[in-house]
């Protein structure tokens, strides 16, 4: 019995049935066929007569839709890339009003959200991460967009300050999928909520209000560190990170001026004696090697420095062996010649133009500073880069 003779003795169509049922009919006996037919009308009408609501059916709310779907990889992303970098980090996505993943870094938590859309992130998703910071006593927070901007918040980078019931909480904003860019962001946050928890502390005991404003200025040091280093390596990140840069310059200032506010507005201050510098100077062997002429430029440059941030009373100059320091400035004293280091950034192009021309190769460059001899042909651009 072939396909065709089917087709003459029963009325269905044929075509609906799959190649290895039409295979198997091409080779049955009419017996064979009989008995299928048999068994199968036993299980159409037992099936006819069953109740549906029985049936056990997935229910529609299980199937994950496509968004959450994309929500679920882009955290899995980035829980991998910080379990690389620090050992406790769990994913808390499931749990209410809790973020994304959760970090803890010195034992203070940073509360992590990550956006995987692909359309701009909007208004209501940086609400809801205020919020979760509120629920969850977070000590930090860093918002990842991987694809798109934050509408309202940034396109690349950003630090701020977000407020909660009791407190204030330092938070990145990024927008970006770049494994080097998310680890600088988290260490940022982290050294920010070390840099409060540090003033928080000493604040509370007036009798070490000093030392607490300069262990704030050692971490703001470590902030800007970072930020050269980020600076080294943009080229290798993306072009992207340049504007990151100039975002985390601006937290920088930002950061500068509160401490400035909080000196001036405290009485228990240390007020610069150069006169007593130029003393200490007198007692490295290097520096008294010397030329006078050269002891007295050193002299001169130092008063300039100082007289640039006149509201810094609490910044003392720092003498360590052949080295003294003020700020992101320091000299290194040889016993045939002093060279002066300074953020690269601070030269401007006409004066670095005039600074490669000095003859037997006066300055060099290393890791974002320019170290400059101090000798008659170097002097006066010193003191121009100063100001």
């Given at each position: ?234 080229g290798e990140i993306t ?58 430029r050193v002299v001169e ?20 062996g052949n080295k003294c ?63």
């Open positions: 019995m072939n396909r065709s003779h089917l087709e003459s003795v029963f009325s269905f169509d044929t075509s609906r049935i799959n190649d290895t049922t039409s295979d198997w009919l091409r080779n049955a006996t009419s017996d064979d066929i009989a008995l299928a037919l048999n068994i199968g009308c036993a299980k159409v009408a037992c099936l006819k007569s069953a109740n549906l609501s029985n049936l056990s059916l997935q229910p529609v709310s299980s199937v994950k839709s496509p968004a959450v779907q994309s929500g679920q990889i882009g955290e899995a992303f980035v829980e991998s890339i910080l379990k690389k970098h620090f050992p406790v980090v769990t994913n808390v996505a499931s749990q209410s009003k809790s973020g994304d993943l959760s970090l803890f870094i010195d034992h203070q938590k940073i509360v992590v959200e990550v956006k995987n859309y692909t359309n701009p992130v909007p208004s209501s998703g940086v609400e809801k991460f205020q919020r979760d910071l509120t629920t969850t006593n977070a000590a930090g927070g860093l918002f990842i967009s991987l694809k798109t901007p934050i509408i309202g918040v940034t396109t690349s980078y950003i630090l701020r300050f977000e407020y909660s019931g009791t407190k204030t909480i330092p938070c990145a904003y990024i927008v970006s999928s770049d494994e080097s860019a998310i680890i600088v962001a988290v260490n940022m946050v982290s050294q920010m909520i070390g840099a409060m928890c540090e003033l928080s502390q000493e604040l509370s005991r007036r009798d070490k209000i000093t030392s607490s404003v300069h262990i704030l200025a050692d971490k703001l040091d470590d902030l800007s560190r970072a930020r050269n280093s980020l600076q080294v390596s943009v072009t992207r990170l340049v504007k990151n840069s100039c975002e985390v310059s601006i937290a920088e200032g930002n950061i500068r001026t509160v401490i400035d506010d909080l000196k001036t507005e405290l009485s228990d201050v240390i007020i610069n004696d150069m006169q007593y510098v130029s003393n200490g100077l007198e007692k490295n062997n290097n520096f008294r090697k010397q030329c006078q002429k050269t002891k007295d440059i130092m008063s300039r420095l100082h007289n640039t941030n006149p509201s810094n009373f609490s910044t003392i100059w720092k003498l360590n320091s003020y700020l992101d400035t320091w000299f290194q004293f040889y016993a045939n010649h002093i060279d002066i280091s300074m953020p690269a950034t601070k030269v401007t192009h006409d004066v670095l133009l005039k600074l490669v021309e000095v003859p037997n190769r006066k300055i060099s460059w290393q890791s974002g500073e320019i170290i400059i001899t101090i000798d008659d042909n170097t002097y006066e651009y010193i003191l121009a880069i100063i100001g």
